[in-house]
């Protein structure tokens, strides 16, 4: 059963700290993605990587990075963090080849900047 | 890139009613259409995907059909019961783009018994 786990479900920073969000998956995923999910706003992609080191930008890049140093371990940063990145984020991952096949998410981590 | 454009935004039905939910994308290359199920405070699960060489695919009350021609596919949920209360998001991935999907912006079924 595919497990995909995030650092922490609730999350109170202020503005201009750096905030970093984990995501662990154990499924041995080549694929790993970060999304925001907003209300009214659906699913947004933030950056995907597809391989230890490898990153690409995804819909909504700015104010963001992300690390991937291990294959089970895709980490979100938030360099400084701002009042409108306050949201809902969630980590998937999935299989290679990905794009058509499941994606497997995490539980989530809502964050609120203060 | 990828738009995908799901309607309605908001579905209210009887339980034992039909709920369909519909969605349109851009890219004709298209080729994966998944939907998935968020239950309250709950991570999105897959419930039903699609891939472009099928016109329609089933599973017990929930159905997905795919018309390529026009860019657009549906998710059709029979005899609705409570618990398919939730948001239900439709995605496309466009083959050659990479790894990612594009979701639509969601619908919020609500099922009264």
């Known amino acids: 059963d595919v497990k995909v786990t995030q650092s922490s479900r609730y999350l109170v920073k202020r503005t201009g700290e750096k905030v970093f969000l984990e995501c662990v998956q154990d499924m041995d995923h080549e694929n790993m993605f970060w999304y925001r999910q907003d209300p009214g706003l659906g699913l947004r992609l933030i950056y995907f990587?597809?391989?230890?080191?490898?990153?690409e930008k995804g819909d909504i890049p700015e104010g963001y990075s992300v690390s991937r140093e291990k294959k089970e371990r895709f980490s979100l940063i938030l360099e400084s963090a701002s009042t409108n990145q306050t949201s809902m984020y969630l980590c998937?991952?999935?299989?290679?080849?990905?794009?058509?096949?499941?994606?497997?998410f995490g539980p989530g981590t809502r964050l609120t900047v203060l | 890139g990828e738009n995908v454009e799901q309607h309605p935004s908001t579905l209210s039905v009887q339980e034992g009613d039909s709920a369909v939910i519909k969605c349109t994308y851009s890219?004709?290359?298209?080729?994966?259409f998944p939907w998935y199920k968020q239950e309250l405070g709950k991570r999105p699960q897959l419930i039903i995907d699609?891939?472009?060489?099928?016109g329609e695919k089933k599973d017990q009350r929930i159905a997905v059909t795919l018309n390529k021609t026009a860019k657009h596919f549906s998710l059709h949920i029979t005899e609705t019961q409570p618990e398919d209360s939730a948001v239900y998001f439709c995605a496309a991935h466009l083959m050659d783009s990479g790894y990612a999907l594009n979701f639509g912006k969601g619908t919020s079924l609500l099922v009264t018994p």
């Open positions: 699609i891939r472009s060489n099928v």
């Open positions: 890219d004709s290359a298209s080729n994966y």
């Open positions: 998937a991952s999935c299989p290679y080849p990905a794009g058509d096949d499941e994606q497997f």
């Open positions: 990587s597809y391989d230890v080191k490898m990153k």
